[in-house]
């Protein structure tokens, strides 16, 4: 099986409906460092909250809709009724691989095992994820006045010592499909046509499970294996994370 097109990762989700304090249904407020999300709407109504260092959007989102945001952009998806999405997420889905980060309050966010308290799910799953909604959203309101600066700082420290995965999965998954891209074009230059030999279809059915993720009951379709191809570089950039020097990496949340 063939990585899917720019290995990227796709989920379906249909959005919670659970009221939150504020009146709102809707999902869990987080932060991606270094991944684009993007949603398709397939049915429903509903809205995305969105918090950056330009400020506080609401982006409306109907059916056949696309609304794409960049890593930095913390966002909450809001259920006005019957909300399902595809989620398109870079990099291989690395999302559902650590990269998000929940706007639990300061004080949560400071202490790992505090965090990783927080962000697991536990026991019932239905009721520990409305807990952790709650609680992202005590802190996404607070942010809302001001903060984001330290907020990006407690991000980083909670997620360095993934680095070296991450770097390892975007090397094997979207750096291999542009390298991959960049041959093909080199060779059609020379007039060399025997990639075109090698043409594949694959497929992928629909999850029947569903999983309490962040924003809604999620399906997340798996990640087809990179089969060979170009020859990359074996070891992330100097200056990535040193574990050695974080004795406590978070374990990641469902």
Known sequence: MTPLPGSVGISGLT?????????????TPHMHLVCS??????????SVQTL?????????????????????TIHRLVNAGGLRLMVLM???????????????PPAVL?????YQAAAALTGDHAA???????????GFQTLRGGGLREFHTAAH??????LDSWWTRWRDGPLAATLATGAQLASLKTGDLSHLDHGHVSRLERPEDSLFGMCGLLRPYPVPVPGPGPVLPTR??????????????????S
């Open 236 to 253: 992330p950039p100097r200056g990535s994370s040193d574990q050695s020097s974080h004795p406590h990496p978070p374990k990641e949340p």
């Open 52 to 72: 950056t260092t330009s400020g506080f959007a609401d982006t409306p989102l109907r059916p056949g809709d696309i609304v794409w945001f960049t890593p930095g």
């Open 90 to 104: 870079q990099n291989s889905g690395l999302p559902e691989a650590g990269d998000a980060v929940f706007t639990f």
């Open 128 to 138: 520990a994820a409305r807990r952790r909604r709650d609680l992202a959203l005590e």
């Open 37 to 46: 999300e993007a949603y398709v709407v397939i049915d429903g109504e509903g």
């Open 110 to 114: 400071s202490d790992p095992d505090a």
């Open 15 to 27: 959005v919670y409906d659970w009221e939150a304090a504020d009146g709102l249904c809707g999902g």
């Open 157 to 162: 420290r909670l997620k360095r010592d993934l």
